[in-house]
């Protein structure tokens, strides 16, 4: 369960372990008032700490903690301070998104200023020194964005080669149907992705006219498939065995992906990621970069042009 510490009490937790919520994520962003002001999330840290300590008292067995670098008036040595308070939390996984500012997608991101946010050069810094800290302190780094005590089940599925990449982040429910319930949820079923209407006035004439929410869909091709198998192995191993994509979608590995090895080359040369005749693998300097790595392989981002961008950015 999803949970916002501002907006429950001891009894809403009572409520979730009742009917058999065992684990949870938790928003935190960051501890630094200015920043929480500067984004318009003020969460007090007893209240973090609070909820924490109710959901162990309740039984849950696993507690995420969500954080966000590249906020507003962030500094290396400022996040380090809400990453050192977070480990004083001992949560069982920690979450480290890259703030995505999308003001063209999410007009309320106007707000924000683009002069106060920091720079790629720092936010790699901050990223590095978060990976850093967290390591040195016991979490295993399980790919861009997760970090999880090595017992944890996330840190034992990537060392077993069985971590999958879904919409929340990683997971171990590899090849699961995915439904998508609310408003702009997504779905994954098989080949087929779904979409549910993107505003509340649209999604509610559908529900209440008995009729499907769906607004879009999608039906992957074979070429979708290899290629969301192969960004899904490097996102989630680390590496991939060439020789059996090679086997599983019978393509000469090599031949199929030319142009994307082509655009690796620089990558390669910065010694961010090493393709050899059998294998890619990702050395720990390239996890910093692990989208821009996949990326190539993405056929729909290739000659990509647009006069406005569509995407956040990857740094």
């Known amino acids: ?74 500094t290396v040595r400022s996040f380090e301070e809400t990453v050192r308070r977070i480990l004083t939390f ?34 790699l ?3 590095k020194m978060t990976i850093e800290t967290l390591a040195a302190n016991g979490y295993a780094y399980i790919g861009m964005d997760h970090f999880a005590k090595p017992d944890d089940e996330l840190a034992r599925a990537q060392r077993g080669k069985t971590l999958y990449r879904n919409f929340q982040g990683y997971s171990t429910r590899s090849g699961a149907d995915l439904y998508g319930l609310g408003m702009s949820s997504i779905g994954h079923f098989g080949r087929v992705y779904a979409q549910n209407q993107k505003t509340l006035p649209a999604y509610y004439r559908a529900i209440g006219s008995g009729e499907f929410a769906t607004h879009v869909g999608y039906h992957m091709t074979d070429d979708d498939v290899l290629r969301k198998h192969v960004i899904m192995r490097l996102m989630c191993d680390l590496e991939l065995d060439i020789r059996d994509v090679e086997r599983r979608f019978d393509i000469a590995f090599h031949d199929y992906f ?18 050899r005749d059998d294998r890619i693998a990702i050395p720990e300097a390239g996890r910093l970069l692990l989208r821009n790595i996949a990326m190539p392989f993405d056929a729909y981002l290739d000659g990509m042009t647009r006069k406005t961008p569509i995407f956040s950015r990857t740094v």
Request: charged share 25%; net charge negative; aromatic share 6%.
């Open 1 to 74: 369960m999803e949970i916002d510490p501002r907006e429950l009490n001891r009894d809403h937790i009572a409520a979730l372990a009742e009917a058999g919520f065992k684990r949870m994520s938790m928003g935190v962003q960051d501890f630094d008032p200015r920043v929480q002001e500067a984004v318009n999330r003020v969460q007090p840290e007893h209240m973090t700490r609070d909820v924490l300590t109710w959901s162990r008292e309740l039984g849950f067995t696993s507690v995420n903690v969500d954080l966000i670098y590249g906020l507003p008036f962030q």
């Open 90 to 123: 001992d949560p069982d996984r920690i979450a480290v998104f890259n703030y995505a500012h999308v003001p063209w997608l999410k007009p309320h991101q106007k707000l924000i200023l683009q002069a106060d946010l920091p720079t790629p050069e720092r936010k």
């Open 125 to 127: 810094e901050i990223l």
């Open 258 to 275: 030319a142009s994307s090895l082509n655009a690796l080359a620089s990558l390669q040369d910065d010694g961010l990621v090493e393709i």
